[in-house]
C-alpha cells in the first residue's frame, strides 16, 4: 500500500519504522520545519525528518498546510492512505480528502478522552490508571473522528512522560500496521458523546510547581513533565528543575525545606510531603540529590517557589 507519512517527534520514528518493515511503500513523508535547538540554537531536523533520511526518503516540511499550492505535493505523492503520528500542523479538509482511503491518525488515548495535543502529560497529571492508542479515522473536528482500532495499556506507578510515550509509540506502531492489514474488514465506531476531555498542549508556565498542592498532585506534574519541559520551582530567585521525586506523608509549610541529606530534599506542600530526588539549577546538569547537596546551600528552612505559585498557570 502506498501510505504517505506525518510526523514530527520521536513518537512517530517508530511507526514510520514499522510501516516500511511491513513493506508499505512510502512516497513521501511529511515533517514540522527545521527548528532551533541546543545551546547553539543550530537549525536541527525533526526526528521523523531524520529517520526519512536515513531510508532516503523525500521529505516535505512546510510551514502550513493553508495555501492550496502547499498540497501539490501531497496530491502528487498519489497515496492509498495517509498516516498521521503527532505531525503538529492543523490538516484542512482539502489535504483530508486527498489519499484514496482517507487519514489514519495515531492517537496516544483512550478516545474520547484527551483529546488534543498532549495526552500523556494530561493522563498522568490526572493518576490515570491505563491509557493507550487509538487509530482513528481522520475528520475536520479535533480527535473527533471514529474508530478503527484500540489498544490499551496500564500507567505504572513512577511512569514519566518519557517512559509512558515510549512505550506508546510501540504500540501505536503495532496498531497502525494491524489496522492497515484490516482496513477492509475493520468497523469505524463513532467516539461517545460522554467522557470527552480535552488535553491542552503543555507551556513552559505549567510546569511551575505550586507547593500550596497536594505532594501527590505535584509528584504527578513532575512525572508528567519528564522530560520535557520539566517541573520548576524557584530557590533563591533562579529556576530549580525538579526530575525525580516521592510523596511522603507529613505536613509543614508549603514550599519550606523540612530536610536535606544524602535521601534526598523533603519539601512540605499544602498536603503531604515531596522528597526531591534528582534536581537541576538554572545553567547546570541534572544531579542526584546528595551530588546536588555538595555544590549548593539547600538546607532545612530553605524555602522553595516564592514566585512560582502566581506564574504556575495550572
Known amino acids: 500500500m502506498r501510505v504517505l507519512f506525518a ?6 520514528v ?11 511503500q512510502v512516497p513521501l513523508v511529511l515533517s514540522q520545519p527545521d527548528r532551533p535547538a541546543g545551546r547553539g540554537l543550530r537549525l536541527t531536523a525533526s ?4 529517520a526519512a533520511a536515513t531510508h532516503g526518503l523525500p521529505v516535505y516540511k512546510p510551514a502550513s498546510l493553508k495555501p492550496p499550492e502547499s498540497h501539490d505535493p501531497i496530491r502528487a505523492a498519489a497515496a492509498d492512505v495517509m498516516v ?3 505531525y503538529g500542523l492543523l490538516l484542512p479538509q482539502a489535504v483530508l480528502d486527498l489519499p484514496a482511503r482517507g487519514c489514519l491518525n495515531i492517537h496516544a488515548s483512550i478516545l474520547p478522552r484527551w483529546r488534543g495535543a498532549a495526552p500523556i502529560q494530561r493522563a498522568l497529571m490526572a493518576g490515570d490508571a491505563e491509557t493507550g492508542v487509538c487509530i482513528m479515522q ?7 473522528g471514529p474508530v478503527l482500532l484500540e489498544k490499551r495499556i496500564p500507567i505504572a506507578l513512577r511512569d514519566t512522560a518519557g517512559d509512558l510515550t515510549q512505550r506508546l509509540a510501540s504500540v501505536g506502531a503495532a496498531a497502525i500496521v494491524e489496522a492497515l492489514a484490516n482496513l477492509d474488514r475493520l468497523e469505524p ?19 511551575r510547581v505550586d507547593w500550596s498542592r497536594a505532594a501527590a498532585d505535584i509528584d504527578r506534574q513532575v512525572r508528567a513533565f519528564n522530560p520535557v519541559p520539566g517541573a520548576e520551582t524557584t530557590w ?6 525538579i526530575w525525580e521525586a516521592t510523596p511522603l506523608p507529613g505536613n509543614g509549610t508549603p514550599g519550606k525545606v523540612l530536610s536535606a541529606g544524602p535521601e534526598g530534599i523533603t519539601v512540605a506542600c499544602g498536603e503531604g510531603l515531596l522528597r526531591l530526588q534528582a534536581l537541576q539549577r538554572s545553567g547546570s546538569q ?13 538546607e532545612a528552612g530553605s524555602q522553595l517557589g516564592l514566585d512560582s505559585v502566581a506564574k504556575s498557570g495550572l
Open 286 to 298: 541534572r544531579l542526584a540529590a546528595a551530588d546536588f547537596l555538595r555544590g549548593n546551600r539547600l
Open 138 to 144: 481522520m475528520e475536520a473536528g479535533l480527535d473527533t
Open 236 to 241: 533563591e530567585g533562579q529556576a530549580l528543575k
Open 14 to 24: 517508530a511507526a514510520l519504522e514499522a510501516l516500511l518493515g511491513a513493506g508499505h
Open 84 to 86: 498521521v503520528a503527532a
Open 7 to 12: 510526523g514530527t517527534p520521536p513518537f512517530a
Open 47 to 50: 526526528a521523523v525528518s531524520q
Open 189 to 207: 465506531r463513532p467516539q461517545p458523546a460522554e467522557g470527552v476531555t480535552y488535553a491542552a498542549k503543555v507551556l513552559k508556565a505549567h510546569a
